[in-house]
């Protein structure tokens, strides 16, 4: 798959994905709105060209308050970022080129007050899924908010995720869209107690199943 020709859709005004990036920057930008004053910590999960994160910082009043980490392994989007970021004066975003699968990536930023996971669960088998929201506790402190995404095709996995979340990992669900938005967005808000990070721990491992169809992952 080539992760860079897919971020195209985005693109695109009518496609399922530019759709699930406007919520995906509505709910980001809300809960960076509603976060108490101070330092706010980002850290995002096979962030692309982060175009989540460096859209809503653009013009946000909270900007400059926000340390980032973005953690990429296609070097072609991590440097889109890295420039992206650069341009529009986002000294506080760093761009790693990585595996974000490994814990590793993630020593120094966390905990953090909002955990972008967006594109990672349809790429990932069922138990990997359930693997890497167990590692959330490690990356999100108490009170902080994960931000994830998931199709909706069948077999829907949405319900499942929002169990391994919600029943097993200590998350309260803030929101969720739609069965029939043609995408899956969820906010979870941790209520637990942060973990410390594991070195040298794999968190998940992409299959290669491309991103398709109506809502992308």
């Not at 695109?12 to 709105?33: F, K, Y």
């Not at 013009?59 to 296609?74: C, N, T």
Request: proline fraction near 6%; hydrophobic fraction near 40%; charge should be negative.
């Amino acid at each position: 798959m080539d992760w860079h020709a897919w971020h195209e859709d985005y693109d695109r005004a009518d496609s399922a994905l530019s759709g699930r990036l406007r919520v995906v920057r509505e709910w980001l930008a809300l809960t960076l709105d509603t976060a108490p004053p101070g330092p706010l910590r980002v850290v995002s999960v096979c962030a692309g060209q982060g175009r989540d994160l460096l859209g809503v910082l653009e013009d946000h009043p909270r900007r400059d308050d926000v340390a980032a980490r973005l953690v990429e392994l296609d070097p072609r989007n991590a440097a889109e970022a890295s420039d992206a970021a650069g341009a529009l004066g986002l000294d506080g975003v760093e761009v790693v080129t990585g595996d974000a699968a490994l814990t590793d990536a993630y020593a120094g930023a966390v905990p953090a007050d909002v955990v972008l996971a967006c594109g990672i669960f349809g790429n990932v088998v069922d138990g990997d899924v359930r693997r890497a929201i167990g590692f959330l506790p490690q990356l999100v402190t108490a009170g902080g908010t994960v931000i994830w995404t998931r199709h909706r095709k069948e077999p829907d996995l949405v319900p499942q995720i929002c169990h391994w979340l919600e029943d097993e990992q200590g998350f309260e669900r803030v929101w969720l869209s739609e069965p029939d938005a043609g995408f899956g967005v969820g906010v979870h808000r941790f209520a637990g107690e942060p973990r410390p990070l594991a070195p040298g721990e794999r968190m998940f491992t992409f299959t290669g199943r491309v991103r398709n169809g109506a809502g992308g992952n």
